[in-house]
Nanobody
Framework: HVQLVESGGGVVQPGGSLRLSCVAS???????MGWFRQAPGKEREEVAA????????YYADSVKGRFTISRDNAKNTLYLQMNSLKPEDTAMYYC????????????????????WGQGTQVTVS
């Protein structure tokens, strides 16, 4: 069982930046990892995903060019650097750990996420 704890959320003005972190309780080097977000009244969205070694990434179209996902397996930590933030980025952000899918890491590539953090709130206003 893997426990995930997110941090780094907060309130930021449009155009600003935040860096989210997600620390896992165990070794994560064999798993895909991803960041999701959910705003009130909206469906959960996979924002970004990263392969086990970090060499392959996935981004939702809404964040491409602005967000960067990375991981440090030695520290069991996942990151999300968010730049040029927009009000529509306001949401609760969650990290998740999952299996490697048929085509790689992300829900579209077949990843099934098994463990989730409690979330960290990001407000752009």
């Amino acid at each position: 069982h893997v426990q995930l704890v997110e941090s780094g959320g907060g309130v930021v003005q449009p155009g600003g930046s935040l860096r989210l972190s997600c620390v896992a309780s165990g070794y994560i080097g064999s798993y895909c990892m991803g960041w999701f977000r959910q705003a009130p009244g909206k469906e959960r969205e996979e924002v970004a995903a990263i392969s086990t070694g970090g060499g392959s990434t996935y981004y939702a179209d809404s964040v491409k060019g602005r967000f960067t996902i990375s991981r440090d397996n030695a520290k069991n930590t996942l990151y999300l650097q968010m730049n040029s933030l927009k009000p529509e980025d306001t949401a609760m952000y969650y990290c998740a750990v999952g299996t490697v899918g048929k085509f790689g890491c992300s829900e579209l590539r077949g990843t099934r996420y098994n463990y989730w953090g409690q979330g960290t709130q990001v407000t752009v206003s």
